[in-house]
């Protein structure tokens, strides 16, 4: 069973270019959800799928983030206009409906905006 | 307001002893979900043990248990015979509403997390 894999692991870009993250999450898994991560701080909620319908958003997610999931399979999220503000942990998590809907993270991207 | 509140920036704890996380948490829901994690240096975040709000009885996965007070609102992990490997951050976190909800109130909030430090 492999776990929720995120590509890249690592992604250094300049003020102003548009970067994509990808998230693979658990094949029988039919949630995805994005969190965002900085230093001392808990994760805090981007978005989330259930197949490929995005259920819901946080006010976090600017008209610079997009996310997809088409297919109900991977996910991507693309940041338009990077900010040196959106530096940060970009996790990606699955789950499926059972027990407590527990999410399973992947290693995360880690973007640093120069 | 926080909804999801660790008193506990940083702990220290021996080998082999056992070591309580606190945290305490405030919804108006009738059913949600408690969760802890466990964070490495090297950043992934890993799923330790769930509490649901109507289960009877306290959880339990290996050496980690959760001890749940309803009343009080609080659910705190306690680690038995602490081992040098789980050094690392431990974040609790809640999802609100039902567990077959879905639609929205699927995300989970986070507490700022405790520093755990094993000493050999």
């Known amino acids: 069973d492999t776990g929720v894999s995120q590509n890249p692991r690592h992604k250094i870009t300049k003020r102003g270019q548009n970067v994509t993250f990808r998230c693979d999450p658990i094949s029988e898994h039919n949630r995805l959800y994005w969190y965002r991560q900085t230093l001392g701080q808990g994760p805090e909620f981007l978005t989330y799928f259930q197949n490929e319908a995005q259920l819901e958003k946080s006010r976090l997610l600017s008209d610079r983030f997009s996310a997809e999931r088409p297919k109900g399979s991977f996910s991507t999220l693309e940041i338009q206009r990077t900010e040196q503000g959106d530096s940060a942990m970009y996790l990606c998590a699955s789950s499926r409906i059972e027990r407590g809907d527990e999410q399973f993270f992947g290693p995360g991207t880690r973007l640093t905006v120069l | 307001a926080q909804k999801i509140t660790q008193t506990q920036p940083g702990m220290f704890v021996q080998e082999k002893e056992a070591v309580t996380l606190d945290c305490t948490y405030d919804?108006?829901?009738?059913?949600?979900?408690l969760f802890w994690y466990k964070q490495p240096s090297s950043g992934e975040m890993i799923f330790l043990i769930y509490q649901g709000s109507y289960d009877e009885q306290n959880a339990t996965e290996g050496r980690y248990s959760l001890n749940f007070q309803k009343a009080r609102k609080s659910a705190n992990l306690v680690i038995s015979a602490s081992q040098l490997g789980d050094s690392a951050m431990y974040f609790c976190a809640m999802r609100e509403g039902p567990l077959f909800n879905a639609g929205n109130n699927r995300k989970l909030i986070w507490g700022l997390g405790t520093s755990l430090a094993v000493n050999p």
């Open positions: 919804t108006s829901d009738q059913s949600y979900g």
